[in-house]
């Protein structure tokens, strides 16, 4: 089992930047596959962004490259988003998943067998 704990959110002004982080344990972090989704309020959970288990992959949402970046440290099993350049439209709980899957990289949260408790990002205008 793996748990995963998400935390950094909290309010912010539009235009700073904000960096979340989601401690995992249970399993070998580099052999999980992770995640960032986000739920804005009456939205569906949405993808943020993913990287592989040694990190050499990720993708990003198309609508958030180059302002959200999807990293990792393998050493402290930890992985990171960093967002910057934030805007009000950007409030949403924000979500770390994993799966026990290395090397592939998924984009639709079906993919993903584990789930942290969620972190809110409020960006007030």
């Known amino acids: 089992q793996v748990q995963l704990v998400e935390s950094g959110g909290g309010l912010v002004q539009a235009g700073d930047s904000s960096r979340l982080s989601c401690t995992a344990s249970?399993?070998?972090?580099?052999?999980?596959?992770m995640a960032w989704f986000c739920r804005a309020p009456g939205n569906e959970r949405e993808f943020v962004a993913t990287?592989?288990?040694?990190?050499?992959?990720?993708y990003h949402e198309a609508s958030l490259k180059g302002r959200f970046i999807i990293s990792r440290d393998n050493a402290k099993n930890i992985l990171y988003l960093q967002m910057n350049s934030l805007k009000p439209e950007d409030t949403a709980v924000y979500y770390c998943?994993?799966?026990?899957?290395?090397?592939?990289?998924?984009?639709?949260?079906?993919?993903?067998?584990?789930w942290g408790q969620g972190t809110q990002v409020t960006v007030s205008s």
């Open positions: 249970g399993r070998t972090f580099s052999r999980l596959t």
């Open positions: 998943a994993a799966k026990n899957d290395p090397e592939n990289i998924y984009r639709s949260p079906r993919r993903y067998e584990y």
């Open positions: 990287i592989s288990g040694r990190g050499d992959s990720k």
